[in-house]
């Protein structure tokens, strides 16, 4: 039956080796078998697959979408992958709030309200959100902040915010704040400036000077910043441009992002795929499994036809719920984005190429400092990170002859048993990552680098041992007496004295880049945990308070310290906190001193 489908190649071991789609599925499955003249790259697939599995669709568009999510969930060796998948920033203003804010937003799509992007990185994200405050002067507080002020923040006394929170500006005069930097997002600015005009003349009509200044000030900012922006004469809509660069064995896709006319910036991909696949194979790859996990911009201009074009099209189209047009034959502005977008996809190529070759000098010095038998392929590195036990967090970074690994790096959320013991926490967090490595669930690494000095290695040979692993070379990484870069002990099992690389040395470098990096990974995650268990607060843990109640606490005495401070007959006072209710919340917050 000559239908449409999906179909995956499989091995002996049962893995997925390839996953493809077919207008006709019968005929492409059959073509594998029956091809005379297939490239290498087919042949050497072919050798290893061992039985295909099928799976009819209705429509093209069904397949497109199947074997996406195919591709995403195996991996297969043969298949054009993503090597970052990390979703995109965007700004998202909530529509739910009384007094909404514009704010930095990444993940699903979730909430009521508008998003607008995506941006090409976090930095560009907050720069513009900053540019905003500026501008409309929205609240950058979050809820929880906004909800307990009793009086303005520093951000009203520096004319970054008219200070809803105790109500200084009306609902209806913020909402005209709020919607027109919607319309600055949307790229209406004109239609902002025309408004603040009318406001600004309408303010002064009524005698209301210092209202009116504040409306020409912004006009004036907005005009400013309205000259420093790259527009494009030919259209204001919201495009992305692909560039394309490769010399065989590493390809750089960079895409441009515009944004209602402006240049806002790039990001160079580095997807992977097998040797000898051609440019119109790559490129169709990258653009269905790019833009069919995210939402896709109205333009998107590629140098080359797809294949797939018009069932991509459409099914973006359907997906986004606004129309996407794929376009190769480009003149104008668009065909200049493409020359500078195929521009920095060579240089984005160029300065990988060179990366790639000083990571791969690297990996071999290392291998010969620490006498390794064989070429090193993959290291690891743990660290730790805590607060005065507070929170701990151990961390797992990965590294190859490619650089850092990020898909493969893990986070160890530690028990408060191990707070504040550094080795407990080493070796909780090495057991638990090794013992999924010995069933080989996780690939083994060469080289296993933990930071610290002898107390850490032994903790790491201890885990070792118990798991029978006791033949994986482990490192200490010690940062010396003098405390600096440049000085690092290497403590290595069966050698007396710790080595010491020179400071300039090429292996000493990656094992400075490698720790730096298990030193960023895990004080980040510990940061993000610490500041998920401080949001809850003390208050919410007491029986019988809720969020009202604890609301007007907080507002009554000025914060958690001023509750703490207060006693009974003074939380007696507050609105909705009975006698009964005010002795348990004393109670919990001074158990030494109960009434």
């Known amino acids: ?34 091809r005379t003249h297939q490239d290498s790259k087919t042949a050497a697939m072919m050798q290893q697959v061992a039985r295909v599995e099928v ?123 709020i919607n027109a930097a919607i319309q600055f997002l949307d790229g209406k600015n004109q239609s902002v400036v025309d408004s603040f005009v009318t406001r600004m003349e309408d303010a002064s009509g009524n005698q209301q000077y ?3 200044a504040r409306y020409r000030d912004q006009i004036a900012k907005l005009k400013s910043v309205e000259a420093r922006q790259l527009i494009s004469r030919s259209t204001n809509k919201d495009l992305d441009v692909i560039g394309f660069a490769s010399n065989g064995a590493i390809h750089c896709v960079t895409i441009l992002f515009i944004r209602n006319g402006a240049i806002i910036g790039s990001r160079d991909h580095f997807p992977r795929s097998p040797g000898q696949t051609e440019r119109c194979v790559l490129l169709n790859g990258f653009v269905a499994q790019y833009y069919l996990g995210r939402d896709a911009p109205r333009e998107i201009i590629v140098e080359d036809e797809l294949d797939d074009g018009a069932v991509l099209q459409a099914t973006l189209t359907q997906r986004c719920e606004h129309k996407v047009e794929i ?8 065909q200049r984005w493409l020359k500078m977008a195929n521009t920095n ?15 791969r000098r690297q990996f071999k010095a290392l291998g010969e400092a620490l006498e390794f038998d064989g070429d090193l392929e993959r290291l690891e590195c743990f660290d730790v990170s805590h607060t005065s036990g507070e929170a701990t967090v151990a961390a797992c970074v990965v590294f190859n002859t490619a650089g850092p690994m990020k898909s493969d790096y893990r986070r160890f959320n530690l028990t408060p048993d191990t707070g504040g013991d550094d080795y407990g926490a080493m070796r909780e967090a090495l057991r638990r990552r090794y013992a999924r490595v010995k069933k080989g669930e996780v690939p083994m690494p060469d080289i296993l680098f933990v930071d610290g000095g002898k107390g850490q290695l032994a903790e790491a040979i201890k885990v070792l041992n118990e798991l029978e692993l006791n033949w994986l ?36 470098l990656l094992i400075q880049q490698i720790r730096d990096e298990a030193h960023r990974f895990a004080i980040t995650a510990h940061r993000q945990r610490r500041a998920k268990a401080r949001r ?16 007007e606490l907080l507002r009554q005495f000025g914060g958690l310290q001023g509750v703490v401070a207060a006693g009974v007959d003074d939380l007696v006072k507050v609105r909705g906190i009975g006698r009964t209710l005010a002795e348990t919340i004393y109670n919990e917050l001074h158990p030494d001193q109960p009434t």
Not at 77 to 86: C, G, M, Q
Not at 345 to 359: D, E, H, P
Not at 486 to 499: D, N
Not at 536 to 551: C, D, H, W
């Open 55 to 177: 799976t009819l669709t209705n429509t093209e568009a069904e397949a497109l979408l199947l074997e996406y999510n195919l591709i995403k969930r195996h991996r297969p060796h043969y298949n054009i992958i993503l090597r970052d998948d990390k979703s995109y920033p965007y700004i998202y203003a909530s529509t739910e709030h009384r007094f909404p804010r514009l704010r930095f937003h990444r993940g699903p799509r979730k909430g009521k309200g508008r998003y607008f992007g995506p941006y090409p990185s976090a930095r560009a994200v907050r720069q513009t959100l900053q540019e905003l405050q500026k501008l409309f002067l929205i609240r950058p507080c979050n809820d929880n902040f906004f909800r307990n002020r009793t009086r303005p923040c520093l951000q009203y006394q520096i004319k970054r915010c008219t200070a809803p929170c105790v109500d200084l500006i009306s609902a209806d005069q913020y909402a005209q704040d």
């Open 210 to 212: 210092e209202q009116a």
């Open 345 to 359: 996809a060579a240089q984005g190529l160029s300065l990988k190429v060179a990366s790639n070759a000083t990571i």
């Open 473 to 508: 070379q482990v490192v200490a990484v010690a940062k010396g007496r003098a405390r600096r870069a440049g000085a690092e002990q290497l403590f290595i099992p069966g050698k007396k004295r710790p080595l010491q690389l020179p400071p300039d040395s090429a292996a000493l």
């Open 1 to 34: 039956m000559h239908r449409p489908g999906v179909y995956s190649m499989l091995n002996v071991l049962h893995k997925v080796v390839y996953v493809g789609k077919a207008r006709d599925l019968k005929k492409r499955v059959s073509s594998y078998f029956h």
């Open 327 to 334: 376009r190769h034959r480009v003149r104008g502005d668009r």
């Open 536 to 551: 809850t607060s003390t208050l919410e843990k007491i029986s019988g308070l809720g969020p009202k109640k604890r609301r």
